[in-house]
């Protein structure tokens, strides 16, 4: 039997997809908290230009739109699945700073913002509004180790029109040795979230270990 309406029963399409991924990196020796470093510094733009074609009559099985973050700003697709193929016209902008120990090459900080600047409004979608701003929230981030046992990891989404944080997520993580791990990690997303989450483990003797975890929203 046919599966569309109109009686087809197979759909294609044919979406050519263009991009330009450029980038250099810039070295120095730092000192820094009585220590040697190299401290990079890493410029990236991303240009995407992808056509629109019209998909409204292909069923969505298996998209959704991906969770905005440093990942999605530089992929050719803002959909999971390949039921759409999303228009785009568009060029993001990156800065990433690290300092590396000289001896190990281990990256032990790590700074970044980015941007996505839009020259047309959107006009595939899977379901939600079709976006009509010419940019995007600035996405920060910093992580590294701050001691030789203790890392954190942070995100911040900002949105600059209405100059309001619309997600912060920050960890906390202590690990003195193997087996040996506590995790302290703080989730905020304006209107939506607002919770605090403690995990560890510790061995308890023996092959015995305590795993436990409390997540407790500050909201609700």
């Known amino acids: 039997e046919p599966m569309f309406a109109d009686g087809r029963t197979s759909i294609s399409r044919s979406v050519p997809i263009f991009s330009v991924d450029s980038g250099m990196t810039f070295e120095r020796e730092a000192r820094l908290f009585g220590q040697d470093y190299v401290q990079t510094l890493e410029p990236r733009v991303y240009y995407l230009n992808v056509p629109y074609r019209r998909q409204d009559d292909i069923p969505l099985f298996d998209t959704s739109r991906y969770d905005f973050g440093f990942a999605q700003i530089f992929a050719e697709n803002r959909y999971s ?110 209107d939506i979230l607002r919770d605090v989450d403690v995990s560890g483990q510790w061995p308890l003797g023996g092959n015995w270990y305590g795993v436990g975890r409390l997540t407790h929203s500050l909201e609700d």
């Open 81 to 190: 699945g390949g039921d759409r193929i999303g228009d785009a016209n568009q060029v993001t902008a990156a800065l990433t700073t690290r300092l590396i120990d000289p001896a190990t090459g281990a990256e032990r900080l790590r700074a970044l913002v980015g941007q996505r600047y839009y020259f047309e409004d959107q006009r595939v979608t899977a379901g939600e509004a079709p976006r009509t701003s010419r940019r995007t929230d600035v996405l920060g981030g910093f992580s590294g180790r701050v001691s030789r046992h203790t890392s954190v990891d942070t995100l911040l989404q900002y949105n600059t029109d209405e100059n309001e944080t619309e997600r912060f997520n920050a960890t906390l993580r202590y690990q003195p040795e193997f087996a040996k791990a506590f995790n302290l990690s703080y989730r905020y997303a304006r």
